[in-house]
Every structure is written in structure tokens, then in C-alpha cells.
């Protein structure tokens, strides 16, 4: 099964009507997604496989953020170094290709953290398996799913859309 239909068949599990929406035109960044799906970059959810040691954790924050690794150490009570895996480790340990990685349906259990600036948007957008895969959801449905964490991994003010 690809990884856009691993993507739907997880989403059917849940009470929700959760569709994954493929274009023709790029999703991997998240400035590709805004203008794309036609919304801001903070209302893309962009989903980032850390590595603090061997130990992989999952951090879904808004588009328009960056994770601070100060607090993703301090949130998870470690002191190692904080890396980005390449992109052969990253599909090995979530099953997703980068530009496609979504935050369940994972090929393996990973710790996975939410980003309270998400919550400024009454959905994100979240990649769904592929480079031309979104998915709407709200913050709480995506607590739900993935059975994440929500903590301030940014530290930065985040302006509410008007």
C-alpha cells in the first residue's frame, strides 16, 4: 500500500470525515502547501522527524515556526544533540518520503509532539503521505490521532489570523 492510501485507510478508523486531498502541484514545503491549498503558511502543519541520540521523536508545529531545540530537550528531559536524520532514515522510521511525512499511519511507534501554535487556526493542513497530500484537521482530532503531546516547542508569539 502506498503511503497516501496508509494515509486514508488510518483515517477511516476515526469518527471524523477526514479527507486526504491530492493535487497536481507540490505540497512538500510548507510554503509549496500554503499557496497550493491556498491558506497561510501558519495553517500548514509541518511534521519533522528529530533524532536526540538513537531516539526519534515527532514535532508537528505551524508552518510559519521553528522548533527551538533548547525546549524539544527541556520538553523531553534530555541533554543529547538534537539532529535531523537524512531522508533514506527518515522514510525507514515513519514510512513517509520528506515532503510527505505525516504525523500517524507511521511505519513505526514514534514520540510524537503538537505544537500549541497550531491552535490560532480552527483547522492545519497536514501532509498525508505524499509531496501532493494534504489533509484538513483541527488541533484536537490531531491530538487524537496521533496520541501527541501538546507543548510550546517554539517560544514564539503567534499573531491570530483576522
Not at 496521533?146 to 516547542?153: A, F, K, P, Q, S
Amino acid at each position: 500500500m502506498n503511503p497516501v492510501e496508509r494515509v486514508r485507510t488510518f483515517l477511516a478508523k476515526f469518527p471524523y470525515s477526514i479527507q486526504v486531498l491530492e493535487f497536481d502541484e507540490s505540497t512538500s514545503t510548507a510554503e509549496d502547501a500554503a499557496r497550493t491549498v491556498g491558506v497561510e503558511v501558519g495553517q500548514i502543519a509541518k511534521t519533522i522527524l528529530f533524532l536526540i541520540g538513537d531516539d526519534p521523536v515527532l514535532v508537528t508545529t505551524s508552518g510559519d515556526q521553528k522548533v527551538s531545540q533548547s525546549r524539544l530537550k527541556r520538553h523531553l528531559g534530555v541533554s543529547g544533540k538534537v539532529k535531523l536524520p537524512h531522508a533514506d532514515l527518515t522514510r525507514e522510521i515513519t514510512g513517509f518520503p520528506l515532503g510527505g511525512v505525516c504525523p500517524f499511519a507511521l511505519k513505526n511507534p514514534v514520540r510524537t509532539l503538537i505544537d500549541v501554535s497550531m491552535q490560532r487556526f480552527p483547522v492545519v493542513y497536514i501532509a498525508a503521505g505524499g509531496s501532493q497530500a494534504v489533509a484538513a484537521v483541527t488541533v484536537e482530532q490531531l491530538l487524537e490521532i496521533t496520541g501527541g503531546e501538546l507543548c510550546d516547542l517554539t517560544g514564539q508569539p503567534v499573531e491570530t489570523p483576522q
